[in-house]
């Protein structure tokens, strides 16, 4: 999600960039072109940060960032453990 302080016009300027740095993923890809895909993928990292979707978290619920940690050691173990299977 996007961080809704973001006015909409930065909105949609960052949005277009996003759309224009995924597209030149592609073609770098289609291209074989490993520089150029390094230098595309960056600039899809830079618009997801810049559009709040990674990065510092914009929100404060007061919950603890439970991103990019093994579930194991989070208060989902046991959910999960319960799913795994099935």
């Keep these: 999600m ?10 949609a300027t960052l949005v277009a ?6 597209r030149a993923v592609g073609a770098a890809r289609r291209n074989g072109d490993p520089e150029q895909e390094r230098t595309a993928r960056a600039a ?3 618009a997801k940060i810049s559009l709040g979707e990674r990065g510092p978290v914009w929100w404060s619920d007061g919950a603890p960032d439970l991103n990019r940690r093994l579930i194991g050691g989070t208060p989902y173990a046991d959910w999960y453990a319960g799913h795994r299977d099935g």
């Design 44 to 46: 899809v990292d830079e």
């Design 17 to 22: 960039k996003l759309m224009e740095a995924r």
């Design 2 to 11: 996007s961080d809704p302080s973001l006015t909409e016009d930065r909105r």
